[in-house]
């Protein structure tokens, strides 16, 4: 393992523009989950990594950026997009290798989804306007300035999409950044310091730290001159970083976990319903945060809708992610595969019946060693047992009866995430009703996963706090400020001067 790591491609931290080793001298080997061979090393960043790059992100800031026009900033974001566009091809590759993931989920959503939120933040930014509350004889308006130097730490389920989703609005509204990718998967964030590069952008406005989540992730979100930390990530990650950033009064974004229910009732659009409930269960192998990983179905329709769910499961191509009609990749760890499995072996103690999948394919070489999963489907649970209502992030689906909307409800609200949920339902009173009580940030009626990037995404409960997307980005990014212009002292209302 040691002589092949060696063969392979070592990264760097980027920092004040430049990509240098880490201070410790040390690497990770992050291997290629499709066939558990190293695909590059990872600089193990620490404390005096982060405070490198934090200096470079003050110096930065405090540096002739800070004079950068609304409209500057948003045409190096156009330019960035532009760059990343020109690399799609090989910005999915590297994706597909580093996650595991089929190589035309990277090209069609991955890699396309980073090139739009680039784009749209510099759309974004350009229309963002300020509020303004007109008094008696005075005048507020609400002035928005950047933060200063912010950390961005993102997960490994969709690396370049959730990183540039953070690094676009954060530059856009004039901070610095510096990046803490999933140590997991590092591949495309050094394409993005690579872009920054090209594009002659500022040195030191994105920074790059590479490392362990426990050391470069925790020095960073402790760093006294981080304004402001918007992290994506576990749960129990989440919980940790907001107790470091808290007593430092740091603003804080936490979108977190899920365990998101896909309720389906009998007056559904049947096919529709089913293509849907797949998509929402399995696409990324279960690893999004907002797959529909609990289906609640109307207990009428119960026994053909699992006929039918089961059936188009078994049909899920799995394997080579490269090959185009592969809809199934690897998980992305050899760790994170066992976690997996110890659910569907908790499972099983609980009662669990599995309907299909529920082991490791076969496969043929290289794909024999990697950390490919069937798609698993578990009926005869209690809603209320672990394994249905604890977050696994795989390609697992638990299914639920249910006789009223009542108990659906209860069902979908009776864990501790509130992410998303889907609502499958030809009742439009209904889909009103239950998207107001559902407790979640994100309801879909009659789809999954369409997003319009304006609206505010994120959780409540265990699932995070905060939102982000189109100005609530923005708002997050900046501190807001009001000014109060008195232009009469004598208004003709006596309220105004009170
Ligand atoms: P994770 O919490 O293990 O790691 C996320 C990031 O945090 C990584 O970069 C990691 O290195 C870093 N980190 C770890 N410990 C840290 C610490 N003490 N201080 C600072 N940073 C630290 O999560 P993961 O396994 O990479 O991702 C999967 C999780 O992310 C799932 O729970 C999933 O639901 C969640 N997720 C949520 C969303 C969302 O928008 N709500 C989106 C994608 C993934």
């Not at 950026?65 to 999915?92: F, K, N, P, T, Y």
């Not at 580093?98 to 759309?123: E, Q, S, W, Y």
């Not at 969709?158 to 530059?171: D, E, G, Q, R, T």
């Not at 189109?470 to 006596?494: D, H, M, T």
């Amino acid at each position: 393992m040691k002589e092949a790591a060696q063969m392979v491609r070592s990264l760097e931290q980027f920092i004040g523009g430049r990509f240098q080793a880490p201070a410790s001298g040390q690497y990770l080997v992050n291997l290629a989950p499709a066939t558990g061979k190293p695909l590059s090393q990872v600089p193990r960043g620490g404390g005096e990594d982060v405070n490198a790059a934090v200096s470079a992100a003050q110096e930065a800031f405090d540096g002739p950026w800070r004079q950068w026009s609304v409209e500057q900033r948003a045409a190096l974001l156009d330019r960035i997009a532009d760059s990343l566009q020109q690399r799609a091809d090989d910005l999915a590759a590297l994706e597909s290798a580093d996650t595991g993931k089929p190589l035309a989920l990277a090209a069609k959503i991955d890699i396309p989804r980073a090139v739009a939120n680039f784009r749209f933040f510099a759309t974004a930014v350009r229309q963002f306007g300020s509020d303004c509350f007109p008094m008696e004889g005075a005048l507020n308006y609400t002035h928005r300035s950047a933060l200063g130097p912010v950390a961005l730490i993102s997960p490994w389920n969709l690396p370049l999409y959730l990183l540039s989703w953070k690094v676009a609005p954060a530059l856009a509204m004039g901070n610095t950044v510096v990046a803490k990718p999933s140590e997991m998967t590092p591949m495309t964030a050094d394409a993005l310091a690579s872009v920054f590069e090209a594009a002659d952008a500022p040195p030191g406005i994105f920074n790059l730290i590479h490392g362990l989540g426990g050391e470069a992730g925790q020095a960073l979100v402790e760093h006294p001159d981080i304004k402001a930390v918007s992290f994506t990530g576990g749960t129990a990650t989440g919980s940790r970083v907001a107790a470091t950033a808290a007593p430092q009064f740091k603003k804080l974004s936490l979108e977190l976990g899920g365990k998101n229910p896909t309720l389906v009732f009998a007056d559904c659009d049947f096919e529709a319903t089913v293509n849907g409930a797949v998509r929402a269960a399995f696409t990324n192998q279960g690893q999004i945060c907002l797959c529909g990983s609990r289906l609640l179905v109307e207990a009428s329709l119960y026994p053909r809708f699992v006929e039918a769910f089961v059936a188009k499961v078994k049909q899920l191509k799995l394997g080579d992610p490269e090959h185009p009609e592969t809809q199934l990749g690897a998980l992305i760890s050899a760790e994170h595969r066992e976690k997996v499995e110890s659910y569907l072996a908790l499972a099983r103690q609980e009662g669990g019946e599995i309907l299909c999948g529920g082991q490791r394919p076969t496969l043929p070489e290289p794909w024999d060693q990697g950390f490919f999963l069937q798609p698993t489907v578990i009926a005869g649970l209690s809603p209320s047992c672990r394994t249905a209502t604890e977050e696994i992030f795989g390609p697992v689906v638990s299914l639920h009866p249910f006789e009223t909307e009542e108990e659906a409800l209860a069902i979908a609200n009776g864990v501790p995430y509130g992410l998303s949920a889907s609502l499958w339902t030809g009742d439009v009173t209904r889909a009103h009703r239950l998207s107001q009580a559902l407790e979640c940030g994100l309801v879909w009626v009659n789809t999954w996963l369409l997003r319009d990037l304006r609206v505010p995404f994120g959780g409540v409960k265990a699932s995070g706090v905060g939102r982000e997307g189109g100005r609530y980005s923005l708002e997050f990014f900046s501190e807001s400020k009001n000014v109060c212009i008195q232009w009469n002292p004598n208004p003709a209302s006596p309220k105004a001067s009170s």
